[in-house]
């Protein structure tokens, strides 16, 4: 759902998704090719929360922030399932873990990636190309052009999305049985140790 709120309208490129269990609000601007999961909320009723192309917000995600600040997602972020990211700027192409917490002020580096259930405290900076892990985050190695590569594959994905979902979703009754020709999806991403076949 979309809400005004103070006069706050959000602004939704027409090529993104918001999914209708999502709850996107006041102001809120989000540019070309964004996904948004159902469970999310993006609550701009406090500061700008500005989604630049190609973001995807997960599943059970919270962006929110102190008043009068305001944040950016920059172009091809991606957070994770279950991720809050509370007044803190995420970097370019970066990837925020699943459940993890990125606290106010924070800076996450462009093609960084934050760890699940990592918990990066307020006012951490977290360099460019750096993998952080942990409670509190900590950064422990660069991050190599296989894993931003494996990142940037993932998050291409989601870029798909939105178009599908515009295409494809919608609501249904459930089928009572298993139809007997029902086909299962396609492998076309795995895990990082399984793209580089790491032991």
């Not at 996107?24 to 993006?42: D, E, F, L, S």
């Not at 059970?60 to 279950?82: D, Q, R």
Request: charged content about 25%.
């Amino acid at each position: 759902m979309i809400y005004e709120f103070q006069g706050y309208i959000p602004v939704v490129h027409k090529s993104s998704f918001v999914h209708p269990l999502a709850a996107v609000t006041g102001n809120v601007i989000i540019g070309k090719n964004c996904y948004v999961g159902p469970g999310a909320a993006i609550r701009g009723d406090w500061g700008q929360i500005i989604l630049e192309d190609g973001v995807n917000v997960q599943e059970n995600c919270t962006v929110h922030m102190f008043p009068g600040k305001s944040i950016t997602l920059k172009e091809s972020a991606h957070v994770g399932h279950g991720a809050i990211i509370h007044g803190a700027n995420l970097g370019k192409n970066c990837l925020i873990g699943m459940n993890s917490v990125i606290m106010d002020d924070a800076e996450i580096g462009d093609e960084s990636i934050v760890g699940a259930m990592a918990f990066v405290k307020a006012e951490t900076k977290i360099p460019s190309r750096s993998l952080a892990v942990g409670n509190p985050a900590k950064v422990v190695k660069e991050v190599s052009d296989d894993m931003i590569l494996w990142k940037t594959k993932g998050t291409q994905l989601y870029q798909q999305l939105p178009k599908e979902c515009h295409d494809t979703l919608r609501e249904v009754e459930p089928l009572r049985e298993v139809p007997k020709e029902r086909k299962i999806q396609e492998d076309v991403y795995k895990t990082l140790r399984e793209t580089f076949n790491r032991k």
